[in-house]
């Protein structure tokens, strides 16, 4: 898989872009490891405990020059990528990927591009399914928390 500007996950209906502000601190602050290469990498197991070694992998590879990236899901020893969107047995797997993704946003790490867009476009017109509201009360929280720190 090649770097890109936008990527996404095997069936999400949504596209991400690195955000023009992102820096490599930024990406260090937010869990990434440097490669050998110069790349950033991140690797997050989607399993409901942390500790697990078993179960899907969201693996996130920027670029060294910060403006490209790959992204994808794969199994636990990371040969295989996985569509966690096919089939409703994954629900949990699919709100802690857009868990995850949404939480990168305010930290200044990706911005989410709209593939819905995209795909209305091409359809000529036909209604476009965007995935359900992410935004709950943990980003209300999230925000108050750092308003209140503000002050």
């Known amino acids: 898989m090649a770097f890109e500007t936008t990527a996404t996950v095997l069936g999400a209906a949504t596209q991400y872009r690195i955000a ?9 602050d937010n869990g990434f490891t440097e490669t050998n290469g110069g790349n950033f990498q991140l690797i997050r197991g989607l399993e409901a405990t942390p500790q697990s070694k078993e179960g899907f992998k969201l693996k996130i590879t920027v670029a060294k020059d910060l403006q490209t990236f790959k992204m994808s899901i794969t199994t636990a020893n990371g040969l295989k990528a996985v569509n966690i969107f096919k ?21 200044v790490v990706c911005q989410s591009v709209s593939f819905c867009q995209k795909q209305l476009y091409r359809s000529k ?7 359900p ?12 928390w750092r308003f209140l720190f503000i002050l």
Do not use: N, W
Not at 125 to 131: L, M
């Open 133 to 144: 509201s992410r935004h709950g009360i943990d980003t209300l929280l999230l925000y108050l």
């Open 20 to 28: 023009p502000e992102a820096k490599k601190y930024t990406l260090r």
């Open 125 to 131: 017109g036909k209604k476009c399914v965007t995935p």
């Open 87 to 107: 089939d409703e047995q994954h629900k949990m797997l699919q709100e802690k990927f857009y868990f995850l993704m949404d939480g990168f946003q305010p930290r």
